[in-house]
């Protein structure tokens, strides 16, 4: 910025000033001199010598007030380049992207011409930048904004709003195209490698569209409504982009409500576990419970685990809720039959937490619970965060005697290795393959593939989600035995009764039935 640019420093204002100071300067020479000097001084009369002293004090005082107010623009260009400029890109800030997207948006609502933001986030760019370091991450960024620069109209807006994240203002008339072609092709162009001085590196991205003043005049709740889309274009997938509409809105602000509400209703008592029968088929006898959690809210009722569960694991909460889960299953499971056991699904959180072995020992020896009646669930996805961590919880869980069983075995890590190096008891084929057995010839080939598997290693099998009586029968004919689904009783409450204490009329009625 220049310093005449500033609107508050104008030339005709410094001409002022610089005017002002020299004739406060010599009205204030006149008066010293003829305090100090009398009549003359080495010959020289007081009428010049107060000449010389005024346009010596005016030329001072000019230069003075020069320097002051260059100094006064110079900082205010300093402010300005650090708050409304990228350092490492040039781009302009956040704070200044905001601004420019305040003004586009009162520029179209009285226009009516449309104005799209488009946020383009680096997906995983912080682990991006951890890998390669910081440098490289720098030099990743230039390269990256000199290609976005190419591959935009030259009259777009382009703003550095994150780590790895950039907006890009563009005027409706200066798409070339349909919108939609222009996003696959600057995704397309974006996604190339790009060549740094030790390697090429690659990178995915996950592109938000908003539409002013369609969708909001607020610069704010612009940028909010772009990263919604942003972030339901990254769950669709690599490279995809998403438009923002009405209902991402809606669903940030029920996650929005289930994160506020999540520390209250733990501390509230607002969770339950429910139980579902696992049976065998043969014998109709039941040899386990799962343990489902749920949260029923006082004026929202029933929030399913899979709206609250993810937050939980983003927030922290899972780490108390979990505990909590285990702890009531294993004191539940007291009333269960001496031969049933209790399975509690662990969160991939959870299970990779600091202690965990010794809070499943801790929950045992508090509650009296036998070993052999407590099944640990976890997925595929968890035991493969961290391999050698996962393998060493496995083995000392092994070691105390609890089962561990591969919860929704097929529909996660396609690298079958784990089944040889983790200590595990169980595979429960995920309702997935179950739900399609009777109607897909592969679903059944998969099924039966597990089946087989589960019997070369040794360890035992369950299949969840069976609904009805064609899939329990293929079920059995496959080779799998154990099953859990609506078909033989609905998660519940347990119903503890003098007496027997542990048997709930549905489970009986099942039971009787099979």
């Not at 609107?7 to 001409?15: A, E, I, Q, W």
């Not at 209703?265 to 049976?279: N, V």
Request: aromatic share 8%; hydrophobic share 45%; glycine share 10%.
């Amino acid at each position: 910025m220049l310093a005449v640019s500033n609107p508050k420093r104008t030339p005709v204002f410094r001409l002022l000033t610089i005017a002002s100071s020299g004739i406060g300067s010599f009205v204030l020479g006149i008066w010293g001199l003829k305090l100090g000097l009398g009549d003359g001084i080495a010959g020289i009369s007081a009428g010049m010598m107060v000449a010389i002293m005024a346009a010596l004090c005016a030329l001072a005082a000019a230069g003075a007030a020069m320097s002051f107010f260059a100094g006064v623009d110079e900082s205010a260009d300093f402010v300005f380049n650090e708050t409304h400029f990228d350092k490492l890109t040039g781009l302009l800030a956040r704070p200044a992207m905001v601004g420019k997207i305040a003004e586009a948006a009162c520029t179209t609502s009285r226009t009516g011409e449309p104005m799209f933001l488009i946020d383009i986030d680096i997906d995983r760019f912080k682990q991006v930048n951890d890998a390669i370091g910081y440098s490289q991450g720098d030099e990743l960024i230039r390269a990256f904004t000199r290609r976005l620069k190419a591959c935009v109209p030259q009259r777009a807006l382009i703003g550095r709003i994150g780590a790895g994240e950039f907006a890009v203002l563009l005027p409706d008339n200066q798409v070339q195209g349909t919108l939609e072609s222009f996003i696959e092709r600057l995704i397309d162009e974006m996604m190339e490698p790009y060549e740094l001085s030790t390697h090429m590196q690659s990178v995915s991205l996950s592109v938000g569209i908003v539409a002013t003043p369609k969708d909001g005049i607020d610069p704010v709740l612009i940028l909010r409504r772009s990263n919604l889309a942003l972030q339901n274009a990254r769950a669709s997938g690599v490279g995809n982009w998403s438009v923002f509409h009405a209902e991402m809105g809606r669903v940030a602000d029920h996650r929005q409500w289930i994160e506020s509400e999540l520390h209250t209703a733990f501390e509230r008592g607002d969770f339950d576990l429910h139980y579902q029968p696992q049976l065998d088929l043969p014998t109709g006898r039941i040899v386990g419970y799962e343990a489902l959690i749920r949260w029923r809210h006082p004026e929202r009722g029933m929030i399913p685990p899979m709206d609250f569960i993810p937050i939980a694991e983003e927030t922290g909460m899972i780490g108390p809720i979990g505990e909590w889960v285990l702890r009531k299953a294993c004191s539940d499971a007291r009333h269960l039959p001496d031969d049933c056991f209790v399975a509690v699904n662990i969160s991939p959180v959870q299970f990779m937490t600091k202690d965990f072995v010794g809070i499943v020992r801790d929950t045992m020896t508090s509650t009296g619970i036998k070993p052999s009646r407590l099944e640990l669930e976890v997925t595929e996805t968890a035991m493969m965060q961290d391999r050698d961590r996962a393998a060493t919880i496995l083995k000392q869980l092994a070691d105390m005697g609890i089962s561990v069983a591969v919860d929704d075995f097929g529909t996660g890590y396609s690298n079958l290795s784990y089944l040889i190096d983790f200590s595990f008891g169980k595979l429960k084929i995920d309702r997935s393959f179950v739900s399609r057995i009777d109607t897909d010839t592969s679903s059944g080939a998969v099924v039966s593939t597990i089946v087989g598997l589960s019997r070369a290693l040794g360890v035992s099998i369950i299949a969840e989600g069976v609904e009805t009586e064609s899939q329990a029968t293929l079920l059995r004919a496959a080779g799998c035995d154990v099953v859990q689904g609506f078909l033989f009783g609905r998660p519940a409450p347990l119903k503890f009764k003098a007496g027997d204490g542990y048997a709930t009329d549905e489970v009986r009625r099942v039971a009787n039935l099979h």
